[in-house]
């Protein structure tokens, strides 16, 4: 993600003589500090490189030719930007060009480039470099050529599903089909989609709570998605204007409301869970009430975009934006738990996106698969929450 803030350095230098260079790096840039003039780092400003094309830092092409575009901000001048090809970070340079800042753009400079890749793995290296020798050093990856592009399992990527399933109540009415729609879903994202799977039944609130907390401190890639699924039964309280999941020790006239989950609560733990594609889907009573502003635009369909790029290189472009994507049952409304062995009819229809396996090419989004639950009876609901990004989605890619 973007970052336009800068990282500062305030070093106090006293009674040293010899000083060598010091590197710090992050996931995506390092940077390099010159520490021979004390005089420039009494407060100095680390140079901030922003990726607009590719944002990934991983990322797949057809062609050669392979456009990049870079936005550089710094306090002090920058000096220079330059651009570096290579096979590895450990390689010599296979190409590079540099450039300078022209008038007024001293403090901030965007720089597009077309550069010619060769086939198999480029890595691109820009180093930007202030006045005062501060530099900053940024790299992405892009492969070229057909025979990458054929695999998209060769993506440095991992899918997670985490499934609520609750049909025995302490308080409640026992239900039919939640675990049973649940195992059916879960085997179908491991069989199809090679989706990591948990399977979680009849949990308490304190259960729910403490698996979102791992899910929460798991560690997760730039490309990686996190599905969460709920089933069983939920409520909605008008004095509060709030909607909440009921979990298995759930008061059945609770007028407080502390033994349900509510989705206030809910939705901004999985908000903060810090994987950067996640996608909830409820299939409960009253889901719809999971966001205030619900939104059921179906979106511009996926095939046409395919046509022109490769699968992998599809799928990092979809996985580009954060996602913060949700998927009901219903609105403010009862919904059908469905005939006992015969799946809920949100649960049917869901199914059958999935095993439509996204068409021939294999990938199924968010708008394909809404095309076969919003047939439904009772209108399913499709929106965004939290930290959702413009033209984010998420995948299901057959393996």
Known sequence: MKSRSFLSFV?????????????????????????????????????????VTPVAETNYAQENKYKIKVEVESDKPIKSITIYVKEDEAAASRGMTSMKPDAGQELKMVVEKSITLMEG???????????????????RKVHVGSTGLADAGKLDRTDYALIFATDQYDNWSDLVNPVFDSKTIAEELKKTYGYKVEVIENASQSDVLKKMREYAEKKYKPLDQLFIFFAGH???????????????ESQLNDEAKTSYLSHNRLRSI????????????????????????????????AEEVYKEQGQAEFITRKLTYKTRRFLTSGGKTY??????????????????????????????????????????????????????APGSDFIFVVK
């Not at 890595?123 to 202030?130: D, H, K, P, S, Y």
Request: hydrophobic residues 35%; contains cysteine.
């Open 11 to 51: 070093l106090l230098v006293s009674g040293v003589t010899t000083l060598m260079a010091q590197n710090v790096s992050t996931r995506t840039n390092e940077f390099e500090v010159d520490f021979s003039d004390p005089k420039k780092l009494v407060s100095t400003t680390i140079p901030v490189i922003n990726w």
């Open 121 to 139: 793995e480029n890595l691109l290296e820009v180093v930007a470099e202030n006045t005062d020798g501060q530099k900053t050093i940024s790299y």
């Open 234 to 248: 939920g409520t909605y309280d008008q004095t509060f204007g709030e909607g909440f999941v009921v979990t298995k």
């Open 270 to 301: 999985v908000n903060n869970v810090p994987c950067e594609h996640i996608f909830l889907a409820m299939d409960v009573c009253f889901g719809g009430t999971f966001d205030a502003a619900l939104a059921s635009s179906r979106g511009a369909g």
């Open 335 to 388: 919904v059908s738990d469905g005939i006992p062995g015969k799946h809920s009819p949100f649960a049917k229809n869901f199914l059958e996106a999935l095993r439509s396996r996204g068409g021939k090419d294999g990938v199924l989004t968010l708008p394909e698969l809404y095309t076969y639950v919003e047939r439904l009876k009772i209108q399913p609901r499709f929106g965004e929450f939290g930290d959702n």
